[in-house]
């Protein structure tokens, strides 16, 4: 297989009947184990599969809502999440099936590692060491250009030739799609554009929830609570358990540990803005899943040093990687894409300091900053709030029209 992994869309139409099910007929616990095919079979709309093969032989499928010759629009999960994130809250509140109807040709990514449509490999499998020896560089570096490329070649096939053929300008417009993407997908964008210099015109715009970039002295947890990750993390290693959250694995310990979770929950990730559903997240099967050890130790690398860096190897393998004794910085100066940024003001992961340090280093590329109009909010709410429909996506869609017709304000909140 090619870098841009390019095989055949398997299209599916699928109408729901009476007594098919759905997503308003079946009870919410029944739903928490649902994928993101499920959901799209649920509900009356048209899908595609896309099989995708990386450059390095990880084979991911990529879903489809589409719009023929619509504005291609790529919605990227973050760590430990998938495609499922942006379709779990329902037709009427998803930001999937919103950019749908709203006439957009609406692309899920799942990234290498995501269960159950990151697992395969054409020479690995999911049991093997070697699988899960990836961080956010690999997904910016392999994942997303190959997933764009093959949205591109399926956009540009499904184009109606004309007389003399598209121009130059036509050609370049008709490539470029825009990027919407929750926490550390951010990450994978900037490694994107920085490693791949021309997706710098492909993109035309990137619009980042929740954004992570350097952490250091940004964040709000502690070097105890980092500690204590690592090492619940270096103790699966040690019992050759390379996925650090397999699929199911919040919602089995929550039931026997509530505790815990709810600590964590209110420290760092969970529904600060709807106590009662605290530990909403963690009932899903899929939306917190699908971990790789070394996605962590990239994220904690980059918490001690202070900088956006690559994976750093140490001094021997560093030299054989980089040619460097020291991990590389990767050079975001040099990212010309425009950026949106939104922020929650209770985010512990994404805070508002750490969004703000994103837009001083990034001043030639950021175009607006947006505070989520809630007095807590915090960084799993901008996928599973109660009102993630009026105080997330329909800012995000109106922004990005706004952009689109060349009226976007600028702001920084």
Not at 386 to 409: C, T
Request: one cysteine or more; charged letters at 20%; proline letters at 4%.
């Amino acid at each position: 297989m090619g870098g841009s992994g390019c095989i055949g869309a398997i299209k599916v139409m699928l109408i729901v009947c009476a007594i098919g099910r759905n997503a308003h007929s079946s009870p919410p616990e029944s739903r928490y184990k649902w994928t993101t095919m499920d959901w799209l079979e649920a509900q009356n709309v048209s899908h595609e599969v896309h099989n995708v093969t990386t450059a390095d032989g990880y084979q991911l499928q990529v879903q489809r809502l589409p719009r023929l010759g619509a504005k291609p629009v790529l919605l990227v999960h973050g760590l430990l999440g998938s495609s499922l994130g942006w379709v779990c809250m329902g037709p009427e509140r998803s930001l999937a099936f919103q950019l749908h109807h709203r006439e957009y040709d609406v692309w899920l990514a799942n990234l290498r590692g995501v269960a159950p449509y990151g697992r395969q490999h054409i020479d690995l499998t999911d049991v093997m060491v070697e699988f899960w020896r990836f961080s956010f560089h690999e997904h910016g570096a392999y994942d997303l250009p190959a997933i764009i490329d093959h949205m591109a070649k399926v956009t540009g096939d499904e184009q109606l030739p004309s007389e003399g053929g598209p121009g130059q300008d036509e050609e370049q417009i008709h490539h470029q799609v825009l990027l919407i993407g929750h926490s550390q997908a951010f990450n994978a964008f900037l490694v994107l554009c920085a490693v791949h210099p021309r997706f710098n015109q492909r993109i035309q715009l990137i619009q980042a929830l929740a954004p992570l970039a350097r952490l250091h002295r940004q964040v709000r947890f502690d070097s105890f609570q980092v500690r204590h990750l690592m090492k619940f993390i270096k103790k699966r290693q040690k019992a050759n358990k390379f996925e650090i959250f397999p699929p199911g694995y919040f919602r089995k310990v929550c039931q026997t540990k509530r505790d815990l979770c709810e600590y964590y929950a209110k420290q760092l990730v969970g529904s600060a803005q709807n106590n009662k559903k605290l530990l909403e997240a963690f009932n899903y099967e899929y939306i917190l899943q699908g971990g790789s050890p070394r996605e962590i130790k990239h994220l904690q690398q980059i918490w001690k040093s202070g900088d956006f860096i690559s994976y750093d190897f140490g001094t021997a393998e560093n030299l054989q990687v980089y040619h460097s004794v020291e991990a590389l910085s990767y050079n975001i100066s040099q990212i010309t894409v425009p950026i949106v940024l939104y922020f929650g003001e209770t985010d512990a992961i994404a805070t508002p300091e750490g969004v703000h340090a994103i837009y001083a280093r990034m001043l030639k590329s950021v175009k607006s900053v947006r505070r989520i109009n809630s007095k807590k909010f915090n960084h799993l709410d901008f996928l599973i709030s109660g009102d993630v429909k009026s105080l997330v996506n329909d800012k995000l869609i109106e922004h990005m029209e706004q952009f689109l017709e060349g009226r976007l304000p600028y702001v920084i909140e």
